[in-house]
């Protein structure tokens, strides 16, 4: 038996699309913990400020801003992971994600984002800061590989799309 193998623009197409629904879930959890109190710093307006100037911070526009780069971010790391997951071989995407959701964890909260001016780095924050800013990274690589593994990896959309193209061919 042959396995069919998935195509590179699948792989892109629907990778972007997992990174970006996993973007929405870390996106709205994070709100949730911002307006609880539990995350000090707004994802939204972190986000907003690498991109609007500084009169604009207090405008509406810091919303479609901070939305605007963090699905952008959402997208990129997707591919990334979906280009990792490939070279690994390792079929446990949602482990995978978990995993690589630590990874950015790492990156984006100890080297990114202090080197940005942006907030200090993971180990000088207060102990409610490092846990929240990891727990949301984690539901973004979880969610990241879950849908990954469902939609990226799988052959089933992209057979059915075929199989939905030959017929319509046929009629």
Known sequence: MTKKTISLKHKILWGAI???????????????????????VSGMK???SMILPLELMDTGWVFAAGMLVHMGFSAF???AFVFLADLLNY?????????YGVIIFVVNAGIMAPLM????PFWNMPLKGILSTLSVRLIYGGFLGYFAGRWAFSGKIENKATVEKRSSKVS
């Open 77 to 79: 790391f997707a591919l």
């Open 91 to 99: 079929k446990n995407y949602t482990v995978l994600g978990l995993l």
């Open 46 to 48: 972190l986000n907003a």
């Open 18 to 40: 997992a990174g970006i629904a996993a973007g929405m879930i870390m996106g709205a959890v994070g709100y949730t913990l911002h307006a609880l109190g539990i995350m000090a």
């Open 117 to 120: 001016g942006l907030h200090a």
